[in-house]
């Protein structure tokens, strides 16, 4: 199983991007998706997730500025990124809690990361 990022780059602030990640390989069903960020010097913390069912959940730093989504057919977690600013500077990687077969274990995948840089 792979996850794969992308979408990251640099954006000044009040900027855009949207950020994708697409689950590979023998899954049998993904059940949470969600992003996380870590920035030099800081632990990993949650920005957003959702459900299988489409449920949401956001840090208080990003809600409203930021929207989660999914396609359960593609495998794949977006996270669309408005109004951003230079706190949000941060490698951001995706997670997958899943499983291989039917009744199997539940797995929690993570992406490579990809970098995303709010700067002037």
């Known amino acids: 199983v792979q996850l794969v990022e992308s979408g990251g780059g640099l954006v000044q602030p009040g900027g855009s991007l949207r950020l994708s990640c697409a689950a590979s390989?023998?899954?049998?069903?993904?059940?949470?998706m969600g992003w996380y960020r870590q920035a030099p010097g800081m632990q990993r913390e949650l920005v957003a997730a959702?459900?299988?069912?489409?449920?949401?959940s956001y840090a208080d730093s990003v809600k409203v500025r930021f929207t989660v989504s999914r396609d359960n057919a593609k495998n794949t977690v977006y996270l669309q990124m408005n109004s951003l600013k230079p706190e949000d500077t941060a490698v951001y990687y995706c997670n997958a809690d899943l499983s291989l077969v039917a009744g199997g274990l539940r797995y929690l995948f993570w992406g490579q990361g990809t970098q995303v840089t709010v700067s002037s």
């Open positions: 959702i459900t299988s069912g489409g449920s949401t």
């Open positions: 390989g023998s899954i049998f069903k993904i059940y949470a």
